[in-house]
């Protein structure tokens, strides 16, 4: 999804919601003093509270950022109360809610998939929620959630990580152990000699 991306503000905007997990409209609601590349900050305006916030992004981010800021011409208004994200095509205007989903529509499109928007934030939350060195309470307050229950929700492992755990389970067998063929970067499964005797009636002569 990522490489389908038509510009530097996309790629920028993106790699901001999936690092901070901002709801689409905290991000494009930023102005350009709402940032502090050093310190790897992004300030915001929550939804609901509309209590102002800085949340920390990924370097990567902060990087498309610049990227995308260099593409900007002369004629750009880039003070401190400025918006930060602009429309690629002439008269100028912030970048709206509807233009950043179209924008995120045409991608879908081209690669057949149904991504929304939020499904970024919930990529940020999950990914933040999963990482047993982040506390989750420090995950409620960067999402902005009133609820802890509510990040609570993003603990549920995906369905294809119960595959793999379960699968993992039955590689190590009844004595915890991988069979050696498994340890050494072997096949992922094995059948055992005497599953295959029982299921298919091999005997000895």
């Known amino acids: 999804m990522f490489a389908g991306l038509g510009s530097h503000r996309d790629r920028a905007l993106v790699s901001l919601w999936v690092s901070t997990g901002?709801?689409?409209a905290e991000l494009l609601g930023a102005r350009c003093g709402d940032l502090d590349a050093g310190q790897q900050l992004i300030t915001v305006v929550r939804k609901g509270s509309r209590a102002v916030q800085q949340i920390p992004a990924s370097p990567d981010a902060f990087v498309w950022v610049r990227l995308y800021q260099c593409t900007l011409d002369s004629s750009t208004p880039v003070g401190r109360d400025d918006p930060l994200w602009w429309t690629r095509r002439r008269p100028l205007r912030a970048l709206s809610y509807p233009a950043a989903r179209a924008m995120f529509t045409r991608v879908?499109?081209?690669?057949?998939?149904?991504?929304?928007?939020?499904?970024?934030?919930?990529?940020?939350?999950?990914?933040?929620?999963r990482d047993p060195q982040l506390p989750l309470t420090d995950v409620q307050w960067v999402l902005?959630?009133?609820?802890?229950?509510?990040?609570?929700?993003?603990?549920?492992?995906?369905?294809?990580?119960?595959?793999?755990?379960?699968?993992?389970h039955h590689r190590r067998g009844l004595d915890g152990a991988l069979p050696a063929a498994v340890a050494d970067g072997g096949p992922v499964s094995e059948y055992r000699a005497e599953s295959l005797d029982t299921l298919f009636s091999r005997r000895s002569s």
């Open 22 to 24: 901002a709801r689409a």
């Open 108 to 129: 879908n499109q081209v690669l057949g998939a149904n991504w929304s928007l939020h499904d970024l934030r919930h990529t940020a939350a999950y990914r933040m929620a």
């Open 144 to 168: 902005g959630h009133a609820q802890l229950s509510t990040t609570q929700l993003y603990l549920n492992p995906m369905p294809s990580e119960v595959i793999a755990a379960v699968l993992a």
